[in-house]
């Protein structure tokens, strides 16, 4: 069975400052990556994808990740942060099988993210 | 275009009582998902759905727990005899599937369960 490791639970930053959420993943196959976000009393919303291609993904709001398979890792990056980034982070992971059927998604248990004035 | 929609957002219900939770998905999604979400156990899967049928309900707690969908279309989670445990957010998701592929799930804003 996959699992998903977020090793920040709780990070504090000023604005402008650069963010890296770190995300590892344990699974023998290969994988979709995701990050989830949370906004404050709004629901899950997909902030980047990783299918295949290009390791390093682009989302929305500036925010990009990286794939690096040696390291089964997914972290999240981004260069400045804005008080409206405060919110919630979830790494997410599912098999991608030869099944021909979709498969559940398995969390990390997520990172809050606090941004300062 | 429309989310996925799921009522009712709020549920207080009391203990031992049955409730049910509906998902309506993503016109044209052909995949669906129950998650729920609480403090202590995070982001958990419950049952996923592919057209009408399950081919995983692994995540079910128990057999208090079931899930239909019909049509291919609209879900329901159903919560039978109700514990102060299953209090969560139940979260529904959908995704596009074709080719033997699945896509990015999409989520709806949940729905907060409260067992007194």
């Known amino acids: 069975a996959q699992s998903v490791s977020q090793h920040n639970h709780h990070v504090i930053l000023s604005e402008a400052a650069s963010l890296e959420l770190g995300c590892n993943y344990s699974y023998g196959g290969t994988v979709n990556l995701f990050w989830y976000v949370q906004y404050p009393g709004q629901h899950l919303q997909l902030l980047l994808k990783y299918f295949s291609g290009d390791p390093l993904v682009k989302g929305i709001k500036g925010f990009e990740a990286e794939f690096i398979k040696s390291k089964f890792s997914f972290n999240l990056r981004k260069p400045s942060v804005q008080w409206s980034d405060t919110a919630e982070y979830f790494c997410a992971v599912n098999p991608r099988p030869n099944t021909g059927t979709a498969s559940k998604l398995t969390f990390g248990t997520g990172t809050r993210l606090q941004v300062t004035l | 275009g429309a989310g996925v929609s799921q009522s009712p957002s709020n549920k207080v219900t009391e203990k031992g009582k049955d409730v049910e939770l509906r998902c309506d998905p993503i016109?044209?999604?052909?995949?669906l998902y129950w998650y729920r979400q609480s403090l202590g156990q995070g982001l958990e899967f419950l049952i996923y759905?592919?057209?009408?049928?399950?081919?995983?309900k692994s995540g079910l707690p128990s057999d208090r727990f079931s899930a239909e969908r019909t049509g291919g279309s609209v879900s329901t989670l159903t919560i039978q005899r109700t514990q102060q445990e299953d209090s969560a957010v139940y979260l529904c998701?959908?995704?596009?599937?074709?080719?033997?592929?699945?896509?990015?799930?999409?989520f709806g804003p949940g729905t907060r369960l409260t067992v007194t």
């Open positions: 759905f592919q057209g009408n049928s399950a081919p995983d």
């Open positions: 998701a959908s995704s596009f599937f074709a080719g033997g592929s699945s896509y990015e799930q999409y």
């Open positions: 016109s044209g999604h052909t995949a």
